[in-house]
């Protein structure tokens, strides 16, 4: 036996991680382990921004954009903390978004989407294409029109992954290598079986595999209602001082990073778990981030890939016990296009619910209960 944990956790990503630290620092001992070697994680593919004002439009539920928001606003503790612990820096910028326009419509549609954007308090302005390259001189004389959202910012989600695992080396906890390829119930908890071995013993567990997650793994859990939705990104190194913050243009989003590095993403291919690059995606990244950007015609590619993002039929995610399931199970998946910014909001309310005070379960966990499309269908077999 390599061990007996407080709460065993299925997959080292950032929510997987960030919910072991936020365990952690309630008192629990916790094992992650996690597949990374075989099984590429999503976090590692993301960009990192952190955009509730521009992901979390239209049919996106209150709740989801309640749950955004608040997320967002938990950032600059959770990255100032990390770093601080670590002493690893995580390139987290809070200096806002700019989302660019070349045509009448859409600038009229972003009028729209800010008026509603503030009425649910985000700080959100609409200016002009020249108001926008004084914010950002690189930007094309096409731009006739932006959107700044002044609070979204972003994150480098490679080095928070690194800096997260770090922290949690300092825990009593222990990060474990391998694939969980059983799961069996014992005495007072579970017992998860390692592709490499080993045994790990967890009075509760939670299943934070991200796509991984959609086959069945948990005697008595039924496989979780995840898909993948591949993206291919982009990256370019940069003069220095190109682009201060991130511009979301038509057809691709450009986050210049630390380094001189810009990350430019994402395609969007539902059910595609090819991990292989897109090289005509990301041509077309590239090609959609020069007409914003024209500088960008005469900068190398330095990296292409490719990574699957976890979805659920609705967008959002998965948190708590499915109630229909094993007990001391819970579920941590599902994050979709927003997984970097909804980690810090995610560890926090799924960590008081495994081990919390709160004997109430929080709107949000009622909101992103697990069930939730099971019981939409069982309510219409019972209309019928
Ligand atoms: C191209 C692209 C761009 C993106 N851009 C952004 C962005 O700008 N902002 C944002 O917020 N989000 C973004 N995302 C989404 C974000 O990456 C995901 O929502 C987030 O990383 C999901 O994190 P996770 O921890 O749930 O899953 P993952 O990061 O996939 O981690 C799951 C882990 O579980 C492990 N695992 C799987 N099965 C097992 C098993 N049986 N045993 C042990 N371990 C296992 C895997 O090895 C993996 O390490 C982007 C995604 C992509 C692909």
Known sequence: MRGRFDIGIIGGGIIGMALA???????????VIDAGATIPAATNAAAGMLAPSFECGGATTQSLQHFSMASLAAWPTFAASLEEETGIEIDYQNNGILGVFYDDIEWSKARKTCENLRQRGSAVDVMTGEEARRIEPALSNKVIGAMHARQDGQVDPRKALIALRAGFAKTKGEAIAGRVVQVSREEGGYILETDQGDHIAASKIVLASGVAAKTALIPGLEPPPIFAVKGDAVALSIPDNLLRKVVRAPGAYLCPKAGRRLVIGASEAPYCEDLTVDQSATDGLVRNGTRAVPALRNVDVTERWAGLRPATPDGAPLLGRDPDGPEDVFLALGHYRNGVLLAPESAEVLAEELIGSGAVRSATMEA?????????????????
Do not use: H, M, Y
């Open 21 to 31: 630290r936020a365990l952690a620092k309630r008192g629990a001992k916790v094992a």
């Open 368 to 384: 992103f209960r697990p069930d939730r499309f099971r019981q939409i269908q069982q309510a219409r077999q019972c209309r019928v």
